[in-house]
């Protein structure tokens, strides 16, 4: 008997991980997934973990800011960037780096399949892709300095010290998992609805 590669949804719909379809993507479990996944293997202060979800709001935002005019399905590309930890979960850069190649197909195969379910090219141009990376590592140091323990001087070294115009008055906020989702799935509608 094949072991079993599909996740049950709460909206009912049954993920393939293995060979994931757009048909079976929705933005409401996407949104709940992340709301629920801790960065920073909840290694964070505060009586709340820091959701993938708030996250990835956060990037968008920063993204937003770097990009002024930026087309909307980018912004769309941006908010999604970690959409498939919604059922892989998110995993520091060591542990991703231990589990090998594995990782890194299984999240390209969902990331394609999320992109096509949301109007977007399976694939983003790599301008697109760099810009948005570059908004995760700026990310990656408000997070580490604010809620994960890093002093400045060690982020500046793992992340790079931002431009300080992109971070003015970026603070991080923990907050329960309902108000991430609906702050997401809000966000996403926001975005879905100029293009």
Do not use: C
Request: aromatic share 8%; glycine share 6%.
């Amino acid at each position: 008997m094949a072991a079993r590669a599909w996740q049950r949804m709460l909206s009912g719909r049954r993920l393939d991980l293995l060979d994931p379809t757009p048909v079976d993507i929705e933005i409401e479990d996407i949104a709940h997934g992340l709301a629920f996944v801790a960065r920073w293997n909840g290694q964070t202060i505060g009586d709340w973990p820091y959701s993938v979800a708030e996250h990835s709001l956060l990037v968008e935002t920063l993204f937003s800011r770097m990009n002024r005019g930026v087309a909307d399905r980018w912004k769309l590309a941006a908010l999604l960037h970690d959409a498939p930890e919604y059922v892989i979960g998110d995993m520091i850069s060591p542990v991703k780096a231990a589990v090998g190649p594995g990782y890194g197909a299984l999240d390209d195969r969902l990331t394609a399949a999320i992109h096509l379910r949301f109007g977007l090219p399976a694939t983003l141009p790599a301008a697109i892709k760099r810009q948005i990376k570059k908004a995760d590592k700026i990310s990656a140091w408000l997070e580490a300095t604010q809620i994960a323990g890093f002093s400045d001087r060690e982020a500046d070294r793992f992340f790079g010290r931002p431009d300080p115009t992109l971070v003015r008055g970026v603070s991080i906020r923990l907050r329960p998992p309902v108000e991430a989702r609906a702050d997401f799935t809000a966000r996403h509608q926001e975005i879905l609805a100029r293009i």
